[in-house]
């Protein structure tokens, strides 16, 4: 399965353009898409953060609450379309991450407190756009670390168009 991580929240989004030939590689009956501008993921606070906690403690994954870290690390390849904002990416990605990072389902602490990632991808591919140069893009940083770091995933591929706005 190819997860398509849809961070593009404009209509006629270029970020999204730039991914469709990526995307259109696969068979599309592999592809699962998750639409951020549409899903109602919602960032953690104490009482789902505490809640989530009580349930990977008993180790019990059946809530809907793990919907998104199961899916995630079932994916063999993810694919992230999120336009270059502000250095970084809209924040409804980040939301995401932070639902995605479930220990247990994504990663585990080993024995000397490492996290060791359990997702299967072996493969992220970071599609952006920006109306200006992209200096620095802390977005594809981040994601990469997360992924690297926590989820295991090792192979990593930026596709970005810049400058087009000027």
Known sequence: MILFVNACVRKNSRTLEL??????????DEIEEVNLEKE????????SLDFRSELVSKGNYSNEIFK?????????EIVIAT???DMSFPAILKI???NVSV???TFYYN???EAVGLCKAKKITYVTTAGGKIYYNGGFEYVKGLCKNLFGI????????ENLDV
């Open 96 to 98: 995401y991450f932070e």
């Open 19 to 28: 991914a469709r030939p990526i995307l259109a590689k696969f068979p599309q």
């Open 83 to 85: 336009p270059f904002w």
């Open 68 to 76: 998104y870290a199961k899916q995630f690390a079932k994916a063999e």
């Open 111 to 113: 024995e000397q407190n």
């Open 154 to 161: 090792q192979k990593y591929e930026f596709v970005a168009k």
């Open 40 to 47: 109602e993921i919602l960032p953690l606070k104490r009482e």
């Open 103 to 105: 220990s247990g389902l």
